[in-house]
């Protein structure tokens, strides 16, 4: 099955998310385990892995992450906070759909662990 993941689960309405956002490119919802008071995820609706596999064709889609996760972070009162990609297990990715954790509502120390 195309994009077994947690994440295509949610996109499919397999399961369950607190959604917060959603348009015709992408959906955002709550983390299932928060690091901070607002933690959200901002997933493209395409399948794609990571940003390893983004891929030129995508340049507008992934602009448009970024620019959903500012929205978000407004709409959730924040003025300062972090957007986090990790790519690669090496770099902490778990869940291999493409996401920008959107992060914020507390102090954030620099450079993260
Ligand atoms: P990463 O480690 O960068 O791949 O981030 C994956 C994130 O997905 C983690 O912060 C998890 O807590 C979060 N997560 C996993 N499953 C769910 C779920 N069902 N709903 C919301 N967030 C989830």
Redo the contacts with the bound molecule.
Sequence with gaps: MADDT??G??LRGE????EVYSDEQCLA???????APV?V?VIPRKPIESLRSGAAEDAALLGHLLLVAARVAKQEGLDDFRT???SGAG??????HL?V?VIGGRPLAWPPG
């Excluded at 399961?15 to 607190?18: G, K, M, Q």
């Excluded at 770099?91 to 291999?96: D, E, L």
């Design positions: 947690i994440f689960k949610i399961i369950p998310c607190d919802f709550r983390d299932v385990a928060p690091q933690h995820l986090v990609i990790n770099a902490g990715q778990t869940v291999f996401h954790h």
